[in-house]
């Protein structure tokens, strides 16, 4: 009775709180009376208690949809400094059109979604963006994360150990709802829901779209070695606990024993680097033979991917190769969550991002690292637990009679693709500590250094994409914000310019960051322009139509993402240690002729940039662009810290 009853309050809470979490008028007025009052009132009703992580789901508020005379107005102002006067004058031209045709019966069909569905967007992101997409997953779509600066140890089977049972113990924290909720602002709740993708999931590949397949609770998970694989249970027979290190390391070295010899026919894995047609094509052809059926199901209903890689990567650009590619065959990208551990003790992962975003991953690595234990010898601590009865490891076998010169011709067309990528992975002491100093904001500051370095090596500006979280909403995902401005525009130009004056440089730079920094809440907010605009699209295809002029227009249809960049979170649990900490991850060029840049603030001293291009673009140069980077890094510096004592001296 009385547990009843404490749940049904609870849910009164919580819709009371799901309509206080509505208003995101605090981040831009974050001192007014309304926004302290609001404040006050969602710490009154949320109470003090942490509910943990899935314990917050009917209190997260709907994912709002903007107004569409709004999202154009925005959408104008990022393409019009990327555009001639003629071309901007002919989009505003298309744009008013749109909001006096198409437009509001578009709108209108978004609105009956949003009223049917809690994220109206979640579908059409999901379809569009991945599960339609025929391109290889590795470069083009997968994400890694690296380790930390210095390695425990130097055992690949005792850090394999460490990490596997501290991702399991990740994943039953999560599903016994053991795990605090992260909170923005210690009172804020963020959606959790890709952490239920994160353990048991896999993207199984199809002729013209894929699916994604969920195991809700995994019992296993798979070790890859030498292209053999191996079913490993998480739990013990005796009294269902999770494997303890010392047991791991136990099965690890057993495999290691027990695969001297690359697998015959080749490994599979070679496969799911190609595009996702031909793949599945084979992927249908495998699942025809029991044997290799049995195999492929039991890689698709474990938690995750354990891979046991033979390289010794040292140097940081050798590290986020390995883990964004591997070396052609010996990783498996359609598994959601692929954990990889070096022969040297490098520790790593490779992400299918379908499902998932990186502040999903960044925690859940932040957890795996933190609490490894090792001697100072590097050895796995004395156990206390007497020895107990597991299942064996079970090695799955393949018959490939008829698939050997596929998987040659993928392995080679793989190393091919490799070949092409452009790594450059820089870091600078320069970090968020100093930028605060210097009363700016870290995040628009390094947006401005990256428009920077891109103008000065290349002479033109680029639409950019930054990563944004809107995960204060329901199955929140992301959003983009667009950085670019007429005031970043005006900033790039003029600070080589010694005729210009300072004061008038560093006021475009300010201006530059405080429009990033707007259109950043707008994006969190859910207020953005390209979620929007894409759910506009994909309601202009139910009529099997040509699309409305707006999305032919070349403001959209011919501007690319040439710079895509996302900030790495970091900091997302209150263990977090500078020694412990994750130096970041990184992620392909989403154009061919542009570069991927991600970056991740390391404590309040050090920013890390992971920068990837292509090499069959002549024009792009990951190495130049990181000089390029770390230069405009000086050069903003010296900028904002000569104003800031000149400002000093006239007080």
Same mark, same amino acid.
């Given at each position: 009775?009385?547990?009843?009853?404490?749940?049904? %309050?609870?849910?009164?809470?919580?819709?009371?709180?799901?309509? %206080?979490?509505?208003?995101?008028?605090?981040?831009?007025?974050?001192?007014?009376?309304?926004?302290?009052?609001?404040?006050?009132?969602?710490?009154?009703?949320?109470?003090?208690?942490?509910?943990?992580?899935?314990? *917050?789901?009917?209190?997260?508020?709907?994912?709002?949809?903007?107004?569409?005379?709004?999202? $154009?107005?925005?959408?104008?102002?990022?393409?019009?400094?990327?555009?001639?006067?003629?071309?901007?004058?002919?989009?505003?031209?298309?744009?008013?059109?749109?909001?006096?045709?198409?437009?509001?019966?578009?709108?209108?069909?978004?609105? @009956?979604?949003?009223?049917?569905?809690?994220?109206?967007?979640?579908?059409?992101?999901?379809?569009?963006?991945?599960?339609?997409?025929?391109?290889? %997953?590795?470069?083009?779509? !997968?994400?890694?994360?690296?380790?930390?600066?210095?390695?425990?140890?130097?055992?690949?089977?005792?850090?394999?150990? $460490?990490?596997?049972?501290?991702?399991?113990?990740?994943?039953?924290?999560?599903?016994?709802?053991?795990?605090?909720?992260?909170?923005?602002?210690?009172?804020?709740?963020?959606?959790?829901?890709?952490?239920?993708?994160?353990?048991?999931?896999?993207?199984?590949?199809?002729?013209?779209?894929?699916? %994604?397949?969920?195991?809700?609770?995994?019992?296993?998970?798979?070790?890859?070695?030498?292209?053999?694989?191996?079913?490993?249970?998480?739990?013990?027979?005796?009294?269902?606990?999770?494997?303890?290190?010392?047991?791991?390391?136990?099965?690890?070295?057993?495999?290691?024993?027990?695969?001297?010899?690359?697998? /015959?026919?080749?490994?599979?894995?070679?496969?799911?680097?190609?595009?996702?047609?031909?793949?599945?094509?084979?992927?249908? +052809?495998?699942?025809?033979?029991?044997? !290799?059926?049995?195999?492929?199901?039991?890689?698709?209903?474990?938690?995750?991917?354990?891979?046991?890689?033979?390289?010794?990567?040292?140097? !940081?650009?050798?590290?986020?190769?390995?883990?964004? $590619?591997?070396?052609? =065959? !010996?990783?498996?990208?359609?598994?959601?969550?692929?954990?990889?551990?070096?022969?040297?003790?490098?520790?790593?992962?490779?992400?299918?991002?379908?499902?998932?975003?990186?502040?999903?991953?960044?925690?859940?690595?932040?957890?795996?690292?933190?609490?490894?234990?090792?001697?100072?010898?590097?050895?796995?601590?004395?156990?206390?637990?007497?020895?107990?009865?597991?299942?064996?490891?079970?090695?799955?076998?393949? /018959?490939?009679?008829?698939?050997?010169? /596929?998987?040659?011709?993928?392995?080679?067309?793989?190393?091919?693709?490799?070949?092409?990528?452009?790594?450059?992975?820089?870091?600078?002491?320069?970090?968020?500590?100093?930028?605060?100093?210097?009363?700016?904001?870290?995040?628009?500051?390094?947006?401005?250094?990256?428009?920077?370095? &891109?103008?000065?090596?290349?002479?033109?500006?680029?639409?950019?994409?930054?990563?944004?979280?809107?995960? $204060?909403?329901?199955?929140?995902?992301?959003?983009?914000?667009?950085?670019?401005?007429?005031?970043?525009?005006?900033?790039?130009?003029?600070?080589?310019?010694?005729?210009?004056?300072?004061?008038? #440089?560093?006021?475009?730079?300010?201006?530059?960051?405080?429009?990033? =920094?707007?259109?950043?809440?707008?994006?969190?907010?859910?207020?953005?322009?390209?979620?929007?605009?894409?759910?506009? *699209?994909?309601?202009?295809? @139910?009529?099997?139509?040509?699309?409305?002029?707006?999305? +032919?227009?070349?403001?959209?249809?011919?501007?690319?993402?040439?710079?895509?960049?996302?900030?790495?979170?970091?900091?997302?649990?209150?263990?977090?240690?500078?020694?412990?900490?994750?130096?970041?991850?990184?992620?392909?060029?989403?154009?061919?002729?542009?570069?991927? #840049?991600?970056?991740?603030?390391?404590?309040?001293? +050090?920013?890390? &940039?992971?920068?990837?291009?292509?090499?069959?673009?002549?024009?792009?140069?990951?190495?130049?662009?990181?000089?390029?980077?770390?230069?405009?890094?000086?050069?903003?510096?010296?900028?904002?810290?000569?104003?800031?004592?000149?400002?000093?001296?006239?007080?």
């Amino acid at each position: 009775m009385l547990s009843s009853l404490y749940t049904w %309050l609870w849910r009164v809470r919580c819709t009371i709180l799901s309509y %206080l979490l509505s208003y995101t008028g605090w981040m831009k007025q974050p001192k007014s009376l309304k926004t302290q009052l609001w404040a006050l009132a969602v710490k009154l009703v949320g109470g003090s208690r942490n509910h943990g992580i899935k314990g *917050y789901d009917i209190a997260i508020p709907s994912l709002p949809l903007p107004n569409l005379q709004s999202t $154009m107005q925005k959408y104008l102002k990022t393409v019009k400094p990327l555009l001639t006067a003629e071309q901007y004058a002919s989009t505003c031209d298309v744009v008013d059109r749109f909001l006096k045709t198409e437009g509001p019966k578009l709108q209108q069909r978004l609105e @009956m979604k949003r009223c049917q569905s809690r994220n109206w967007l979640e579908d059409i992101w999901l379809k569009m963006v991945y599960m339609q997409s025929r391109g290889p %997953l590795v470069v083009f779509s !997968n994400i890694y994360c690296v380790g930390q600066r210095t390695r425990p140890t130097e055992s690949r089977s005792n850090r394999a150990a $460490m990490v596997v049972h501290h991702a399991t113990q990740f994943m039953t924290l999560y599903q016994k709802n053991k795990l605090p909720c992260f909170k923005t602002m210690k009172m804020i709740p963020m959606c959790n829901n890709g952490y239920r993708y994160a353990f048991g999931c896999h993207r199984v590949p199809g002729l013209e779209e894929d699916s %994604l397949r969920l195991t809700e609770d995994p019992r296993h998970i798979v070790v890859m070695y030498k292209g053999h694989y191996y079913k490993a249970g998480i739990f013990a027979e005796d009294d269902g606990s999770l494997v303890t290190p010392h047991e791991w390391k136990e099965r690890l070295e057993y495999i290691e024993q027990h695969s001297d010899e690359p697998v /015959e026919g080749g490994n599979v894995g070679a496969l799911t680097g190609q595009d996702r047609t031909t793949w599945s094509k084979q992927y249908l +052809r495998l699942r025809d033979n029991p044997v !290799n059926s049995a195999a492929l199901e039991a890689i698709e209903t474990a938690a995750f991917l354990l891979i046991l890689d033979d390289s010794k990567p040292e140097d !940081n650009n050798a590290v986020a190769r390995c883990f964004m $590619m591997g070396d052609g =065959t !010996n990783r498996f990208f359609d598994k959601i969550f692929q954990m990889v551990i070096c022969d040297n003790g490098e520790p790593g992962t490779n992400i299918e991002h379908s499902p998932t975003d990186a502040t999903i991953w960044a925690r859940i690595w932040e957890y795996c690292i933190h609490h490894e234990q090792y001697t100072p010898d590097g050895d796995l601590p004395p156990s206390e637990k007497p020895s107990r009865r597991l299942a064996g490891v079970v090695k799955l076998p393949w /018959e490939l009679d008829g698939f050997v010169d /596929e998987i040659e011709t993928a392995r080679q067309n793989n190393l091919e693709m490799f070949s092409t990528v452009d790594k450059s992975v820089i870091y600078t002491s320069f970090g968020k500590g100093a930028m605060k100093r210097l009363k700016v904001s870290p995040d628009g500051f390094t947006q401005m250094v990256i428009q920077l370095a &891109y103008y000065r090596l290349h002479r033109k500006f680029s639409l950019t994409y930054e990563s944004a979280s809107t995960r $204060m909403f329901y199955h929140g995902r992301t959003e983009t914000i667009r950085p670019v401005s007429e005031s970043s525009v005006q900033f790039c130009k003029t600070i080589d310019d010694p005729a210009v004056e300072r004061c008038a #440089v560093v006021k475009s730079l300010k201006d530059a960051i405080r429009v990033q =920094t707007d259109r950043k809440l707008d994006a969190v907010s859910g207020l953005g322009v390209d979620r929007h605009m894409m759910g506009l *699209y994909a309601m202009s295809l @139910m009529d099997g139509t040509t699309p409305p002029e707006l999305f +032919r227009d070349a403001a959209w249809s011919s501007l690319q993402f040439d710079l895509s960049t996302s900030q790495t979170p970091t900091k997302l649990a209150d263990f977090w240690t500078m020694e412990r900490c994750c130096l970041g991850g990184g992620f392909g060029p989403v154009s061919p002729t542009g570069y991927g #840049v991600s970056y991740i603030f390391n404590g309040e001293d +050090r920013l890390y &940039y992971f920068v990837s291009s292509l090499k069959t673009c002549p024009e792009t140069d990951s190495t130049k662009f990181s000089d390029h980077l770390l230069g405009a890094m000086d050069d903003v510096r010296s900028l904002l810290e000569t104003s800031a004592g000149a400002e000093e001296r006239r007080r």
